[in-house]
């Protein structure tokens, strides 16, 4: 996997410099490091009634789960690939 390059979220208004302006930036080791301590993930994708957790883990520099193809989760990815993983 190749690494991303560091951001800023573009938030008009709210006083943050773009990426490419001032310092500060954390490089992706310091939030792969984040990544890989704990032992519990939520993948949340979009759907019609809300959002979906799963169950998933970090390993060598992805995020992994299972499904089936036909599952909810499955189809939500396939219609809208958005989605927000967090880890506790």
């Known amino acids: 996997m190749t690494e991303p390059?560091?951001?800023?979220?573009?938030?008009?208004?709210?006083?943050?410099?773009?990426a490419d302006q001032g310092s500060g930036l954390l490089p992706w080791l310091w939030a792969e490091e984040l990544l890989i301590a704990p032992r519990n993930y939520w993948l949340v994708s979009v759907w019609p009634y809300g959002r979906l957790p799963v169950?998933?883990?970090?390993?060598?520099?992805?995020?992994?789960?299972?499904s089936s193809n036909g599952s909810r989760k499955a189809r939500n990815l396939a219609c809208d690939p958005r989605c927000v993983m967090s880890c506790a």
């Open 5 to 18: 390059p560091p951001g800023r979220p573009y938030m008009p208004g709210y006083g943050l410099l773009k």
């Open 55 to 66: 169950w998933g883990l970090w390993d060598e520099g992805a995020f992994w789960f299972s």
